[in-house]
């Protein structure tokens, strides 16, 4: 939890129904915050059957990306002076995303040495969306340490149900 792209995610959302002649103004948006676009889909589908047969996970994507070039998603406050000193205590850091692959990366470019990641894991890696643990456990594989000595910081529900599931200490980012 580096970064607050829940406001793209519910633009894209929003601008996906509106296309279709459906209203997001009263959406609860929360069950896509921390999900791949996958699952996103999957949902959208849930409750719009109308959608089925057309390619919701990548016009979501795209255009997600989209405004993320046009406008990168901020850094949540504190994060980047929090991996400063993660990697100054000599401690490992990772990132367990629900985004794509090249977000990372362009996350990345953005960081200053100081805040460099050890590693990271996007929704190419795994198979299953959080809430389920697979992404965590990746990590913690990866990165050749148990889970029970991870410390997570999500600021999503399905994010601090999949790291605690995989046994994992997580603080709720709330802002």
């Not at 633009?11 to 459906?22: K, P, S």
């Not at 699952?39 to 795209?62: C, F, K, M, N, W």
């Not at 367990?96 to 050890?118: I, M, N, W, Y």
């Not at 990746?138 to 999503?156: C, G, N, Q, T, Y």
Request: aromatic share 8%; proline share 5%; net charge negative.
């Amino acid at each position: 939890t580096l970064i607050d792209s829940e406001i793209h995610t519910e633009e894209v959302v929003a601008e996906l129904l509106n296309g279709y002649g459906f209203s997001a103004e009263n959406l609860d948006y929360r069950p896509f915050y921390g999900v791949t676009w996958k699952a996103v889909a999957d949902l959208l589908l849930q409750e719009y059957p109308i959608l089925h047969g057309t390619d919701i996970e990548s016009r979501l994507v795209e255009r997600f990306d989209e405004l993320g070039r046009q406008t990168p998603p901020a850094f949540i406050p504190g994060a980047q002076g929090a991996l400063a000193d993660v990697r100054s205590a000599h401690m490992k850091s990772a990132i367990c995303t629900s985004g794509k692959r090249e977000a990372v990366l362009d996350l990345q470019r953005r960081l200053a040495p100081a805040e460099a990641l050890s590693d990271f894991v996007s929704a190419e890696a795994y198979q299953r969306s959080k809430p389920d643990p697979e992404c965590y456990t990746l990590i913690a594989k990866r990165l050749e340490v148990s889970p029970h000595s991870i410390l997570v910081f999500e600021d999503s529900m399905a994010g601090m149900e999949a790291a605690k599931e995989a046994g994992m200490s997580v603080i709720a980012i709330t802002h």
